[in-house]
Nanobody
Framework: QVRLVESGGGLVQPGGSLRLSCAAS????????MGWYRQAPGKQRELVAT???????NYADSVKGRFTISRDNAENTVSLQMNSLKPEDTAVYYC????????WGQGTQVTVSS
C-alpha cells in the first residue's frame, strides 16, 4: 500500500513562509504528475499546485506568484514553498498524484494568523 507522508506545516504570521514536504513510499511517483491539495474547515479539498514528471508546473490563481512546487524524482519527494502567506491559506495540506490515485495521508496543518 502506498503511503504519503506530509510534513513542514505550522503556525506562521501573515506574510511569512513555510516549506512543505511530501515523501511517497513508491517509486511510481517519479513518473506521475504530482499535486498539492488543501482543505480548509468547512470547504472541499482543492488542488493548488501541480508538477509533471518533467517539471512543468501549474498553480491555482489564489496562490500563483506566492507558491512554488518542486520535486525530486530520485527521492520520490515533492515540496511546496509557500511565501507571502495569507490567513486564507490556512488549511490542511496534502500531496497526491494529479488526479489523486492513492489514499490520502494525514496531511500537515498550516495556520496563518497574527
Amino acid at each position: 500500500q502506498v503511503r504519503l507522508v506530509e510534513s513542514g506545516g505550522g503556525l506562521v504570521q501573515p506574510g511569512g513562509s513555510l516549506r512543505l514536504s511530501c515523501a511517497a513510499s513508491t517509486s511510481a511517483f517519479s513518473i506521475a504528475n504530482m499535486g498539492w491539495y488543501r482543505q480548509a474547515p468547512g470547504k472541499q479539498r482543492e488542488l493548488v499546485a501541480t508538477i509533471t514528471r518533467s517539471g512543468h508546473t501549474n498553480y491555482a490563481d489564489s496562490v500563483k506568484g506566492r507558491f512554488t512546487i518542486s520535486r525530486d524524482n530520485a527521492e520520490n519527494t515533492v515540496s511546496l514553498q509557500m511565501n507571502s502567506l495569507k490567513p486564507e491559506d490556512t488549511a490542511v495540506y496534502y500531496c497526491n498524484t494529479d488526479p489523486s490515485l492513492y489514499a490520502w495521508g494525514q496531511g500537515t496543518q498550516v495556520t496563518v494568523s497574527s
